[in-house]
């Protein structure tokens, strides 16, 4: 969302998030313990799109396998914690910082390559470290059965209700002001014609390696803080096909490339899927959620984002009599 | 030593079969279609509902899966990269969430339980300590001859032609009267059609299953990726270098790294030589 | 778009899903009962369909106290993550007073930090991981809500080396083995205790271990490096795409005899799913298995089982008997205990005690090893885990599994121990007898 930023639209911004943060922080006292627990998996799930997206939809280097970089997080803290006993507030910072040294390897290829291949690349990366957790050292990642009983950092709905909003927003704040920074505006020009960046000047592979390293920091904290939640880690619920296709069709339906998307994909996509379960408990509600994705997704890929923002265009145009100016912001 | 180039060679001739589909679409729309995976596993479940619930003849249990293949593929292209032509993330992304659907799909109809396919050809060969099924070699001879014919299509038939001529230069083919849609149409098609024949033979060697789309994808897409796009005979030769390297490591070294090989093979390509091993130098 | 907008929709959502799902906890006169498991599998079915004639049938006899007893449900998919939110859902959402699982193992791994959070009592009648019951020795508090009424793994491997005493080396003279074993920590835990105990008790070295990869299409090679080992026979150990070893060492013609642990075996689809090229394939299976024998209240549950569902699986695999017998004793330990309460219901599900009887000997028993009860063959405790015996004559409890073995003409039948078997150990057409 860079480009020209007027005071008007600032302040409007500002609110939002303000009363955004309020609602939700007041939430807890009208909802059932049982919403809180699905609005936290929703609170994780918008973090690792928004760490997506601040990759993939910003620079266009489609990352299949995120779930490299959060198990990565995710592993170097159950790991410390569990067999080396590192308390949490230090193995927290660590995995962070393992993290950031997996997004420099997972940040290489794309010095040579992009698109497609790029894409299968991350996949490749990601099927390895599924092999790996498995093979290498099991005495340290427990193999294929992973770890169970991790320590759970917060215990009970509300706690973690409170913190996950609170971490998710913290970063979505973070992550909006970047992306309002010169580099945060390069990163989205890049996606549309990376020569022309590296034409004017500025140096494509730094502001490359800023997006994957911002994406890292973003995963590495979500991922981690994840596996204390769960409270177990296991190769198959990190490196699987299924993870990649939440993250990536929640930042999608959202509305890629924009700080607000990934958030409102999580949710929603949270919400379809858990919203039916108690109407249709088993096998037809996966089946159901994914053809509402498809169907949604193939209707406008560029999410519900841009639905609402063609629907209210549409209004002040109906209203106004005039041509719509676009969004907002 | 025979073992290993017998075995070698039948696993190869399957890994070949079942890129076949891949390469042609990779080649053609440059679309990375993720639903590939999804062809073998339609074939295979079409085939073994007609022949083994049905309990219907076999080649009628093949014609299902061709034709099951076929449409899928049709409607893949019509409804799917169609519709978000030109954005190739997009259509990349929703055959993503189609393959997930497909799965859903089928454990609805099916149920998740593995299912095991009859022989399509019964009988076993024994070479020293190796046995060879007779399915298997099927396999092997199915794919030198849809690799044939398919070869002599795209050089030599006016359609082949065409396809080749939309896979080389698009804009170009446009130009010279090439009815482009149509042409993409066709090469869904069959390679839907391809995918679900090769999918039969890779059920009936190894099981029916609602996530069996995913490892065939990883190897369809190593086997195209590093033969290098455009290239029919690049990929039937990293087949060979595939179905040989796991082969071998699972016989001389260690079978826990079979797959740690071929991951290892497309990340170093990649980095190393993006066109893959036969491919065209443009990305 | 007005950002105001954007952040009303997120919030919206959150909101709408709390309202449309607050009417359903339950009324003061009812008691929950959670099933947590894959609804399309035919484990998870066994024992949702086995809590289900379970609750019924307590239910006619008055309930809990005069309280009606409702199941509700929660799919896992059988994924590990799916798996945590439905153990939540049940916890938060529908609030159950006791949960029965029919989950595989790496799914209650996941779940099980959620049931000491929520101090659920929790049966489960699949998963059979020892590092579970080891938590349960090593912490015994935090995880006294447990109970598996399913032998551990550990039972299982100290069985086989007496079916290879017994049956291997005395009966078919086999001296050498090779293991074909999967790469997952159950394939590295069954070939640990197999290779430390086969050879000193039973008299077989085990020549070479070959370790697969779980998605490996191909098992010619390995089959070709099993024949080349020069062994008697193979040991298998497939949890994972077991059918795929099978249905390819049979369709090979393999000249080697193969027998092991084969978890798609274990059910009578199994002919139907491998098209009837599953012959010659024995496998380990907890009990009651495949061709077992089965007493008269097994039978009666089976025969209520059949009369009510109509698709698969036709015949409940044993963790549908688990959870049927298993549900019933956790509700006679709750009438004892006046409800759920830890404090009291765990030390009376300790003393459930359940004999089933077949010509007036034991045949199965449903009980439980307490904390500090320790195990004669092994040396070591295994709280919460069902009572089973390891020691012929195996007349104080089940025995943690038997051998079955499929024929070539589909039918299959319990080959050890002596006291179960109705039928030969049998090594397949194909495989010339030395």
């Known amino acids: 969302m860079g480009g020209m930023i007027t005071q008007k639209s600032l302040i409007a911004w500002i609110v939002a998030w303000i009363a955004f943060a309020v609602f939700m922080l007041l939430l807890p006292q009208y909802v059932e313990s049982g919403t809180l627990r699905l609005i936290i998996s929703a609170n994780f799930v918008a973090i690792f799109a928004m760490s997506w997206d601040f990759l993939s939809g910003k620079t266009g280097y489609i990352s299949f396998g995120h779930p490299f970089l959060i198990g990565i997080g995710a592993y170097a803290t159950a790991i410390l914690n569990y067999r080396f006993h590192v308390p949490i507030g230090y193995s927290i910072p660590l995995a962070v910082v393992f993290t950031l040294v997996g997004g420099i390897v997972y940040f290489l290829p794309a010095l040579r390559i992009k698109g497609t291949y790029f894409a299968l690349v991350t996949l490749a990366f990601m099927e390895l470290m599924y092999q790996f957790t498995q093979v290498i050292r099991p005495d340290l990642t427990g193999g294929t059965r992973g770890i169970s009983g991790v320590q759970t950092m917060l215990v009970g709905a509300r706690p973690n209700y409170y913190f996950t909003f609170l971490l998710m927003f913290g970063i979505a704040i973070v992550l909006w002001l970047l992306s309002r920074t010169r580099a945060g505006t390069a990163l989205d020009a890049i996606a549309m014609n990376e020569e022309a960046v590296s034409g004017s000047g500025l140096s494509t592979t730094k502001l490359k390696l800023f997006a994957f390293l911002v994406s890292a920091t973003v995963a590495g904290i979500g991922g981690a803080f994840y596996v204390h939640y769960q409270g177990s880690i296991a190769p198959r619920a990190i490196f699987e096909i299924d993870f990649v296709f939440k993250i990536i069709v929640s930042a999608l339906i959202g509305g890629a490339s924009t700080i607000v998307g990934p958030m409102l994909g999580a949710f929603f996509m949270s919400f379809l899927f858990d919203y039916l379960r108690p109407f249709l408990p088993g096998t037809e509600r996966f089946f159901l959620f994914g053809v509402a994705a498809l169907l949604l997704y193939v209707y406008q890929p560029k999410g519900i984002y841009q639905i609402v923002a063609d629907l209210i265009s549409g209004l002040r145009a109906k209203f106004a009599g005039e041509a719509g100016n676009g969004k907002a912001a | ?283 | 778009m007005n950002p105001f907008m954007k952040l009303t929709a997120v919030a919206a959502l959150a909101l709408s899903t709390g309202l449309a799902t607050s009417g359903l906890s339950h009324a003061a006169d009812t008691v929950k009962v959670g099933f947590i498991g894959s609804f399309a599998s035919d484990t998870g079915r066994s024992t949702l369909r086995g809590a289900e004639i379970a609750i019924e049938e307590l239910n006619a006899a008055g309930g809990l106290n005069g309280k009606k007893i409702v199941l509700v449900k929660a799919d896992t998919h059988e994924d590990v993550t799916e798996g945590i939110k439905a153990y939540e859902y049940l916890a938060e959402t529908e609030k159950v007073d006791f949960v029965i699982s029919g989950c595989i193992d790496d799914v209650s791994l996941g779940w099980l930090p959620r049931m000491v959070e929520y101090k659920i009592p929790t049966l489960d009648t699949w998963t059979s991981n020892i590092g579970i019951i080891d938590k349960l020795v090593s912490d015994f508090d935090t995880y006294k809500m447990y109970f598996m009424n399913v032998a551990t793994d550990e039972a299982l491997a100290a069985l086989y080396v007496d079916f290879g005493k017994d049956i291997l080396a005395k009966k078919m003279g086999w001296k050498k083995t090779v293991i074909v074993q999967e790469d997952t920590a159950f394939g590295n835990a069954i070939n640990g205790l197999v290779t430390q105990l086969l050879a000193p008790e039973a008299g077989i070295k085990v020549l070479d271990t070959i370790v697969y990869d779980t998605a490996t299409v191909d098992f010619s090679p390995i089959f070709s490096r099993a024949v080349d080992s020069g062994a008697d026979f193979i040991y298998l150990v497939a949890s994972v795409n077991s059918q795929v070893v099978s249905s390819q060492y049979v369709k090979l013609q393999v000249p080697l005899a193969m027998t092991g642990v084969n978890v798609s075996a274990l059910g009578r689809e199994y002919w139907e799913d491998t098209g009837g090229a599953g012959g010659g394939i024995s496998t380990l299976s907890p009990i009651p298995s495949v061709g077992f024998a089965i007493d008269d209240e097994s039978a009666a549950f089976v025969k209520k089982y059949q009369a009510k569902y109509s698709d698969r699986p036709k015949y409940p695999h044993f963790n549908g008997f688990n959870a049927y017998f298993g549900l019933k004793q956790a509700f006679s330990a709750a009438e004892k205990a006046g409800g759920f309460g830890l404090d009291k219901w765990v030390p009376a599900m300790e003393n459930e005690d359940l004999v089933l009887k077949k010509d007036g000997k034991l045949w199965l028993r449903y009980a439980f090893w307490k904390p500090g009860e320790k195990e004669p063959r092994t040396g070591r405790t295994y709280p919460h885990n069902i009572k089973f015996d390891i020691s012929p004559p195996y007349d104080s409890g089940a025995p943690s599994m038997v051998v079955v073995q499929w024929y070539e003409d589909g039918k299959a039948k319990v080959v050890y121990p002596p006291k179960y078997a109705n039928g030969e150990f049998a090594v397949p057409s194909w495989v010339k007898k030395k």
Not at chain 2, 98 to 114: P, W
Not at chain 2, 156 to 171: C, E, F, N, W, Y
Request: glycine residues 10%; without cysteine.
């Open chain 2, 1 to 283: 030593m025979t073992q290993i180039l017998i075995q070698g060679f039948l696993l190869s001739g399957l890994y070949a079969l079942m890129a076949i589909g891949f390469t042609l679409i990779f080649s053609v729309g440059r679309v990375l279609n993720l639903a590939y995976g999804s062809y073998l596993m339609l074939g295979g479940y079409a085939y073994f509902y007609v022949s083994q619930a049905l309990h219907m003849p076999k080649l009628l249990g093949f014609a299902s899966a061709i034709v099951m293949g076929g449409v899928a593929g049709v409607l893949m292209y019509k409804l799917l990269v169609k519709r978000l032509a030109g954005d190739q993330v997009a259509v990349e992304i929703s055959t993503l969430i189609l393959a997930v659907v497909i799965q859903a799909g089928v454990v609805l109809v099916f149920n998740d339980s593995t299912k095991i396919l009859l022989p399509i050809v019964n009988g076993v060969w024994r070479v020293g300590s190796a046995s060879i099924t007779f399915n298997m070699l099927a396999a092997m001879v199915a794919s030198w001859v849809i690799l044939a014919g398919l070869f002599v299509f795209v050089k030599r038939t006016h359609l082949g032609r065409a396809i080749q001529a939309v896979s080389m230069d698009p804009k170009g083919a446009v130009i010279s009267g090439v009815d482009t849609d149509r042409i993409n149409l066709i090469t869904w098609a069959i390679s839907g059609a391809l995918g679900s024949t090769a999918g039969v033979f890779f059920a009936a060697y190894t099981q029916l299953n609602p996530s069996m789309w995913v490892a065939p994808l990883i190897i369809v897409v190593a086997v195209v990726i590093v033969g290098g796009i455009g290239s029919i005979v690049g990929s039937l030769i990293v087949a060979h270098i595939i179905g040989f390297m796991e082969i071998i490591t699972t016989s001389l070294i260690s079978a826990q790294m079979r797959g740690v090989f071929t991951m290892a093979l497309i990340i170093g390509v990649l980095l190393l030589r993006p066109q893959g091993l036969f491919g065209r130098s443009d990305l």
